[in-house]
């Protein structure tokens, strides 16, 4: 009798994938970048809160 210990193909896939959040990510990147069709509404709404609320500097370099 042979004991098989492995893990499934799905759970295997389902560990390995990156987070929901990061998988969106990168859908909204290759469609800001044109290297996808822009879907709608999704795109615009993520657009809305990112000029609403955008990325402020990390550090400001200028001198006055």
Do not use: T
């Not at 390995?16 to 990147?29: A, C, F, G, T």
């Amino acid at each position: 009798m042979k004991i098989k210990h492995s893990v499934s193909y799905a759970k295997a896939r389902a560990i390995s994938y990156p987070s929901v959040e990061d998988q969106l990510d990168m859908i909204w990147h290759g469609m800001n970048c044109s290297l996808l069709d822009k879907v709608e509404p999704f795109y615009s709404s993520i657009l809305a809160v990112k000029e609403k609320y955008p990325k402020e500097p990390i550090g400001d370099f200028s001198r006055e």
